[in-house]
């Protein structure tokens, strides 16, 4: 087997202020070069500050290989001391900081390497993950509240269009980026932080959990990707449960890391199995020793929030 494109992929980073992830960032930079990957990606939720972001980006860039990003929603947050709103840091913020350290924002440009190409968006929610039997009325989701339970994007998202639109628009880029691929393309791998495939969400049957489910992604970007038969690859972030699955001809993954910190002597084991390897070859695509599930379960809680 003969591999084309090797893959290093994870996300969710949820990088502290202040310097206080370094080790771990470091961690990541070496564990991704002594896999040696012909791309490097991470699929959003590095900081809702620009200023860690533009610091961890630093510490995170591989040389000898290409470095793709694509935002979270904790990246478009609006940031309490004033500055850019959700859409400026998506649409300009971003991409900016990202091409001064060494990283393309895929959203703004997808990336092409002979007959593969990286297309890439944040995603968004149109709440087609919802429970029905949950019987939740479509305005508790609208509102992002429920009992209690709040999807904190109703805080700190600013942007004017609602969730339905918001999905509306990043589909309609995601589908003239494909259109405008050059004909030379085999094989396209998606990059996304919301999830595209309904089926790579978490359930629990219980609340708030399954109430949150609803903002992991929408199905209407999936049935996108299902249309293009180029496609082989789905990386996306945004659940803290790591999965892998198949979708019709789409190998479908999860890759965060989360919020778990362990102790310094025990971050090369956490990021070893944080960074996903992929490889794709004329004969298929492998995933080798995928870890599946939350491995930040049982280490002690950080919030960046």
């Known amino acids: 087997m003969c591999t084309i494109v090797r893959i290093a992929a994870v996300s969710d980073l949820h990088v502290l202020p202040d310097g206080q992830d370094r080790n771990l960032l470091q961690a990541i930079q070496q564990r991704v070069e002594d896999l040696q990957p012909d791309v490097f990606v991470i699929a959003g939720d590095i900081s809702d500050y620009l200023k860690v972001l533009v610091d961890s980006l630093s510490l995170l860039h591989v040389q000898g290989c290409k470095n793709l990003y694509v935002a979270g929603n904790h990246d478009i947050w609006f940031e309490h001391n004033g500055g850019p709103g959700s859409l400026e840091k998506y649409s300009h913020e971003i991409g900016a900081i990202c091409k001064r350290k060494g990283f393309l924002h895929i959203p703004d440009q997808p990336y092409v390497t002979e007959d593969t190409a990286f297309v890439g968006s944040i995603g968004w929610y149109d709440y087609s993950f919802r429970q029905p039997e949950l019987d939740i009325k479509i305005e508790h989701y609208e509102q992002k509240e429920y009992r209690g339970a709040v ?22 880029k995601l589908e003239y980026d494909l259109q405008t691929l050059p004909n030379s393309i085999k094989r396209i791998v998606y990059v996304s932080h919301h999830l595209p495939f309904r089926d790579l969400t978490v359930y629990k049957n219980r609340l708030p959990w399954d109430f949150h489910s609803a903002f992991m992604g929408a199905e209407s970007s999936g049935r996108i990707l299902l249309n293009d038969e180029r496609i082989v690859l789905s990386i996306s972030g945004h659940s803290h449960v790591r999965n892998l699955i198949k979708v019709g001809t789409i190998t479908a993954m999860t890759v965060p890391l989360g919020y778990g910190r362990p102790a310094d002597e025990d971050l090369e084991e956490l990021v070893e199995k944080a960074v996903a390897v992929i490889e794709i070859s004329d004969d298929g695509l492998q995933v080798p020793n995928f870890i599946k599930g939350d491995i930040c379960s049982g280490l002690p809680y950080v919030s960046s929030r």
Do not use: C, G, K
């Open 151 to 172: 999807w904190y994007d109703l805080f700190r998202v600013d942007w004017s269009f609602n969730d339905i639109e918001a999905t509306n628009l990043f589909n309609q």
